[in-house]
Nanobody, 123 residues
């Protein structure tokens, strides 16, 4: 059974930083691309970042490029999202999932999701 447990969210001032973590189990983490997605109130869930399982190439939504960094630790079955220079448009619940690439788009691989972790940006 796929389990995804996100953590690390919180309240931060504009321009601040947070590091999110996602512990995964129930599937072969080391041979799956992994991604972060986010959902703001009243909006659809959207892609944020992905990292491939092999050479660990990373991909980012234009809105976070240059500010967020995704990485992974296969020994710990964990994927991270380092967020810097947070903006008022970044608040959302952040989720991780295995990720599949279709052309230039990334989509979640599994139907099940974790509880997510809330990121709030406010002064």
């Amino acid at each position: 059974q796929v389990q995804l447990v996100e953590s690390g969210g919180g309240l931060v001032q504009p321009g601040g930083s947070l590091r999110l973590s996602c512990a995964a189990s129930g599937f072969t983490f080391g041979t799956n691309n992994m991604g972060w997605f986010r959902q703001a109130p009243g909006k659809e869930r959207e892609f944020v970042a992905a990292i491939t399982w092999g050479v660990r190439t990373s991909y980012y939504a234009d809105s976070v490029k240059g500010r967020f960094t995704i990485n992974r630790d296969n020994a710990k079955n964990t994927v991270y999202l380092q967020m810097s220079s947070l903006k008022p448009e970044d608040p959302a619940v952040y989720y991780c999932n295995a990720a599949s690439q279709y052309g230039s788009k990334w989509s979640p691989s599994f139907r099940s999701w974790g509880q997510g972790t809330q990121v709030t940006v406010s002064s």
